[in-house]
């Protein structure tokens, strides 16, 4: 008998709710961003990975059992996206993991319980294999599970012993699914461990015993781990009866958009069926990783992400669109996937930019460097060679940015080699050049550029100029020194002197323009490298810019100085603070904004409405009484001696800034202030809570911004009270009434539909069929809720001690069955409980409750009647 099919995104549900009704804390899935102590992986590979710690008892898990369906992107086979059946950078581990809970005993029986009863995979088809000398796991399997001897398959370690990298490890137990003959190699002897598609693992159950350091030192654990994976895409294939990952349910959905925008389809040619499936599997991992938050770059796993967009861009140009189209894509994904991963859907417009931007990017690049390439190509197909150079691969990476696998595809499909060891030995040759320069010009610039030693630091004028000015001392475009740019690029432009505070100490950079006569410069950000150089970053808006140009540097006053109402209130805040919770607490981060601050800081445990309360109100009485802000620079000592606060665990030099309100606040101090604290405006706390162990936050705003709420509250309160047709002052009590009103108004329309409701449950009773002395009736109530369904069951079950009855209610796309036995149906042996089993199964459901009531639920509406039809039949066989 075959086994039932099941859609992925519901066989990532079934597999969660199993775990979870057998003791385990269901998660959601980590970010494909490791955790900031796991150095040793670029992205999340795995789903134990971001529980290494839990694992090693580093740090306490929520739960000793937990399930979870992890995001995981592995490139270590990208140039065989595609070509293979099992092959994908972007896929779903399904995962139940014990952390010194249980082990083999519990373990293996959930893995078969799951596999055969849940999803109903046939048992004569499934092959367990175990490491080479784990007898016990070979026990459990034949002993307690039956499975004979010659069924279980015996492997060493590079098949059955899982590691990846630093952590957790040890033996596993796999379990293979025999797809069949006609997916095998055909050759004698192919059985489970052939490397054809016919046997396909399914389930690895990891027991984890050990820990690797990461140079395959091993030290055994105190306590045993259950580590398992599964693949969600993997375990479809098999239950959808299809060749590869790419022509499951949801992977098939996006394939299908990547079809309509580029007219290709699959079994148009091999190299057309390639092509899509990179693009499928690219767009899948790049929206997945833009969503966790990673953005295209040229180095980690922002490299990662533009290699793959780079790639499916390319692909889409092989199926001849010669425009950015993967962007278009997006929606795709994110229409099959969100019903997993909400937050897909919350920040759809953001991805679809990022994609967006980098396609059009790339389009430039790809542009100018395939010329490029074809006349490389050309002159060594010229000389009759076969194999494409290293250093010509390297010109190409080096200057036009092409990924090096990239040019391997492109010289591939030529029928060409690629020198990749030529290749490596320039790449080798350009980071010693770029090592050495570093060396000699001793300062290493912001985003990989280099500026000499002697191009002094950029004086900062800013804490009493606005405007300034200054001589441009470096221009750097493209990521690299230029001498110029002109009108349209985007730029960084180094100068002498500036009154543009960079980010730092939490406060954001100010913004403004650079201006050279005609010329202007939009700066939108501005940082600071460890060479002490002001990087402005912006866009030429007009005109040039050329090294050596005197200019004006002008700040956006106005944004200033929201800026600085913001920080002097932080530093009013830390303060009051302090002064209410008490002198534990220190600054653990803070985020200085225009109008708008965010402050964490140390404190261990909640902090009460009226302390919140006495904290704002100290706050504003500090503005009100309007201290006088007085910066000055003092030797370190000095400083402490005076009573400074410093920000807990910063470094500082010989001397410092300190920044005195009154005898509020004194505090070390680099921002921009006020000169007076009344200036801050009004201060309202908007949120207060926990962000980690011991670390909370408040969220707050002053100056215009509170002003802009109060107004846009007191707007809403007066528009309230007009709809009420009162005044605000009267509003509080108008609103009771109306509610008391509208509560009078509900009991009696409930009265009424309760008593509709056994009006037409005594017209059920007259209609139900006699079968064995026992009136049996079924009805469907559509749009009534459980309450409603439980009344009419029970004034039924009460009113007739022989009835028999199941109540339908559909509701969107979800029934609820009622079913009720009345105390002579329960003495002949009817019970409800098995009813409602029963025929919420036929509509794929569920159900289950007491002999004389019980509820359930199905989704399969096709089928309501029929279910409703086999209640006569049920009850007919348990009369006998």
């Known amino acids: 008998m075959a086994h039932p099919y099941h859609g992925l995104n519901e066989l990532r549900e079934m597999f969660l ?43 306490e898990p929520p739960r000793n059992r937990v399930t979870t369906c992890q995001k995981c992107i592995r490139t270590g086979d990208i140039e065989n996206i595609g070509k293979t059946d099992r092959h994908g950078t972007y896929f779903e581990m399904l995962g139940n993991f014990s952390f010194g809970d249980y082990f083999k005993k519990e373990a293996i029986p959930f893995c078969w319980e799951f596999l055969t009863e849940v999803v109903g995979l046939e048992k004569d088809r499934l092959y367990p294999s175990i490491y080479l000398d784990d007898d016990e796991a070979f026990e459990i399997w034949n002993k307690d599970i039956g499975i004979p001897a010659e069924r279980i398959f015996r492997f060493g370690k590079e098949d059955n012993f899982w590691e990846h990298g630093a952590g957790p490890c040890g033996p596993c137990s796999e379990v293979y699914y025999d797809r069949g003959v006609e997916h095998g190699c055909g050759k004698p002897g192919c059985t489970v461990g052939c490397d054809c598609d016919r046997y ?19 030290t055994e654990m105190k306590n045993k781990n259950i580590d398992t994976g599964m693949g969600l895409e993997r375990l479809a294939c098999v239950c959808q009866n299809v060749n590869s990952l790419f022509d499951v349910d949801t992977v098939m959905n996006i394939t299908n958009k990547v079809s309509e925008i580029t007219g290709a389809h699959y079994g148009d040619s091999h190299k057309t069926d390639v092509s899509l499936r990179v693009i499928t599997d690219h767009i899948r991992s790049s929206t997945m990783m833009i969503c966790d938050g990673i953005l295209p770059s040229n180095e980690g796993r922002g490299y990662v992400l533009r290699r ?35 937050d897909l859907r919350e920040k759809q417009t953001y991805i679809t930019k990022v994609i967006r931007t980098e396609e059009e990017n790339f389009a430039k690049t790809i542009d100018g460097g395939m010329k490029i390439f074809a006349d490389l190509l050309a002159a060594h197909k010229a000389k009759g060679e076969t194999e494409f150079s290293g250093a010509d691969a390297f010109k190409l990476y080096d200057t036009y940015g092409f990924p090096i696998d990239l040019t391997a595809e492109m010289v591939a499909d030529e029928g060409m080699t690629l020198d990749r060891a030529g290749f490596d030995k320039e790449m080798e040759e350009q980071r010693v050049r770029a090592r050495k320069a570093r060396e000699a010009l001793g300062d290493l610039g912001w985003a990989g550029i280099e500026f000499g030693s002697e191009m002094p630091a950029t004086e900062f004028v800013g804490y009493d100029r606005t405007e300034a000015q200054g001589k441009v001392l470096a221009i750097v475009a493209e990521e690299e020194l230029r001498d110029g740019v002109v009108a349209g690029a985007d730029a960084i432009l180094v100068l002498d002197q500036t009154p543009f505070y960079a980010e730092m100490g939490g406060q954001v950079a100010d913004q403004g323009v650079i201006t050279c006569g005609d010329a202007k410069f939009q700066v939108t950000n501005v940082q600071k490298n460890k060479g002490g150089k002001f990087m402005h970053y912006g866009k030429v808006v007009s005109g040039a810019f050329q090294v050596g140009d005197t200019v004006t540097a002008s700040i956006d006053v106005d944004r200033r100085k929201a800026i600085m109402r913001a920080h002097s209130a932080t530093h009013l805040l830390d303060a009051a603070l302090k002064k209410v919770l008490g002198d534990h607490v220190h600054q653990a981060g803070s985020l200085v904004e225009p109008d708008r601050l965010r402050f964490d800081f140390t404190h261990f445990e909640a902090i009460t409405p009226d302390q919140l309360s006495e904290i704002d109100r100290m706050v504003n009485d500090a503005i009100l009484e309007g201290y006088p802000v007085v910066t000055e620079v003092l030797p370190i000592e000095e400083a402490k001696k005076k009573g400074a606060v410093a920000i807990f665990g910063e470094k500082y030099g010989e001397t410092v800034r300190v920044v005195e309100m009154g005898d509020f606040s004194m505090e070390f101090c680099g ?19 926990s962000v980690a162990s011991g670390v909370r936050r408040i969220e707050a705003t ?17 528009h309230a009270a007009q709809m009420l047709k009162t ?36 017209q059920f009773l007259m209609s139900a069929k006699e079968v064995g002395g026992l009136k049996v009736l079924t009805a469907t109530r559509n749009g009534m ?9 029970d004034f039924l079950r009460d009113k007739e ?21 009345g105390k002579e149906a329960v003495a002949k042996g009817i019970k409800a409980g098995e009813l409602v089993k029963n025929v919420c199964a036929i509509c794929g459901g569920k159900g289950g409750g007491k002999p004389d009531s019980a509820m359930g639920g199905g989704s399969d509406l096709l089928k309501l009647d029929d279910a409703l039809a086999s209640v006569d039949d049920f009850v007919a066989a348990k009369l006998g």
């Open 17 to 59: 709710s199993y775990f979870e009704s057998k003791g385990h804390l269901r998660l959601p899935s980590f970010s494909l961003i490791p955790p900031a102590n796991d150095k040793s992986l670029l992205l999340i590979n795995s789903g134990m990975a971001p529980m290494k710690t839990w694992f090693t008892r580093e740090e």
């Open 200 to 218: 396909i693992e399914v389930w690895n159950n990891v027991f984890s015993q050990f820990v690797n350091d990461g140079e395959n030192h091993y």
């Open 308 to 342: 793959l967009l780079r790639r499916a861009a390319r692909h889409g140009k092989l199926l001849g669109v010669e425009k950015p189209f993967l962007y278009e894509v997006v929606d795709t994904v994110v229409h099959e996937n969100e019903c997993a991963y909400p």
């Open 671 to 689: 921002g921009t202030h006020l000169d007076n604290t009344a200036k801050a405006g009004m201060f309202r706390i908007k949120s207060e809570g």
């Open 702 to 718: 002053v100056g215009k911004l509170t002003q802009e709420t109060i107004n846009r509250n007191q707007q809403v309160l007066f």
């Open 727 to 762: 005044n605000p002052g009267e509003l509080e009590g108008k609103i009771d009434q109306q509610l008391n009103e509208m509560k009078e108004m509900r009991h009696t329309l409930e009265k009424f539909q309760a008593e509709a409701s056994l009006g037409e449950a005594r």
């Open 785 to 793: 809720d459980a309450n409603g369904l439980r009344q009419m069951g």
């Open 801 to 821: 001690p022989t009835v028999v009855g199941v109540l339908a209610s559909v509701s969107g796309e979800k029934i609820t069955f009622l079913a009720v036995c």
